[in-house]
């Protein structure tokens, strides 16, 4: 077992992190990898010995993503794995709200959370009470709620979406009316993608909203032929401008697709450098807003959640049934 006073860099630790840092080194310097190498092998080791899987956002930082993930992706791929895996804990690398998922959809299994502060300005912005008030002044139509939301907001709804499957369980539904939460952003987006009317909440990603069309234009003048992809929590101006709208997993397949040359991925810092290391080729300009909720993951904290096993995330069982049903209405969707 794992402890601190072990965490030097090693010739042992070096050897084994060694095919690691090959692949990261483009996007971490080399003096930086003594200081991640220790929790990497320790953290893989520890892993085994739990049977532990490291479920990782996108938005992790690339010591993470690359280093000790053993499924990432986008918030529909993290709810798909870890409703598949046969592991018996689930470290979840992301914020509250996904591990919440996981457990939703794990009842039996482990689910820890690094740290329990990583939130999300979108699950804040909405509770249960909210639901029911909007209910009762539009009876009848189907509350769709994304999944950057909480249990509890979820035991209220019909079914749950993900920025990468939204816009196909809304027509689904058949309905010419849908309440969308709690992203205003994306229920704007979805509209602008169909003919149902999308009656919209008024929360925002605090990644997302600040960046600004204006700084796009910029962008492109400075850069003529640059490809520009973006995430549909941002403003509409911003949509506007991109080349391509999609969730997280969307966007990465985009460019490995197209592999412009240059391209600008419009959403939080890590996820450049993440797709960077995949495409050596390709000219990432990076306009820089950090998720300070997923910037609290790191490896220490993550050691230490499996050392310790916890903590632990748990939900209510009756709420927890509830909200099963409707992140199991959008899995079987999508
Ligand atoms: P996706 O990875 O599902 O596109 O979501 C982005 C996001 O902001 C998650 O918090
Ligand atoms: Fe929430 Fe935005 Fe951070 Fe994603 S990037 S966790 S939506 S605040």
Redesign the pocket.
Known sequence: MSNVAELEYTPAVAAATQPIYERVKSVIPEFEWPVHAPYVDAINKLKAERNAVILAHN?MTPEIFHGVADIVGDSLALARKAAETDADVIVLA??HFMAETAKLLSPEKTVLMPDMAA?????SSITAADVRLLREKYPGVPVVTYV?TSADVKAESDVCITSGNAVKIVESLGTDKVICLP?QYLARYIASQTDVEVIYWEGS????ERFTGAELRDYRKQFKDIVIVAHP?CPQDVLKEADFVGSTANMVNYVGEAQPERVLLVT?CSMSDNVAVEHPNVEFIRPCNL????KLITLPKILDALTKMEPRVEVDPEVAARARVTVERMLAYS
């Open positions: 938005y992301g914020v939130g999300c300005s979108l699950a950057n992203d990603c605090e990644v997302h929590e939080e998720c300070p909720h997923m």
